[in-house]
Nanobody, 120 residues
């Protein structure tokens, strides 16, 4: 079972990127899925969350610029990032509550992270 994040890269300020996070393995169902990010020398911080119902929450710092979504049929979560600024630079991690086949309760998993660099 693993979470894999894709889509990071180098972009100029004002540009856009779309991150993806795919959950794979013997998964029965997926609960909340989240994005976090960690800038150099700083603590990891919450970016956005999407429930399996589609309900979303975004951190104040990204509201109006980023949009989280998911495709339950593909076990995939997305983060559309627009109007990127240098302070958005960091490693973006996906996180999800996964219920594995044969299990009753969800367990929390982290992906490996994808680097986003925004140049000024």
């Amino acid at each position: 079972v693993q979470l894999q994040a894709f889509g990071g890269g180098l972009v100029q300020a004002g540009g856009s990127l779309r991150l993806s996070c795919v959950a794979s393995g013997s998964i029965s169902s997926i609960g909340a899925m989240k994005w976090y990010r960690q800038a150099p020398g700083k603590q990891r911080e919450f970016v956005a969350r999407v429930h399996n119902s589609g309900t979303t929450i975004h951190a104040d710092s990204v509201k109006g610029r980023f949009a989280i979504s998911r495709d339950n049929a593909k076990n995939t979560m997305y983060l559309q990032m627009n109007s990127l600024a240098p302070e958005d630079t960091g490693v973006y991690y996906c996180n999800a509550d996964l219920i594995l086949d044969g299990m009753k309760y969800a367990r929390n998993y982290w992906g490996q992270g994808t680097q986003v660099t925004v140049s000024s």
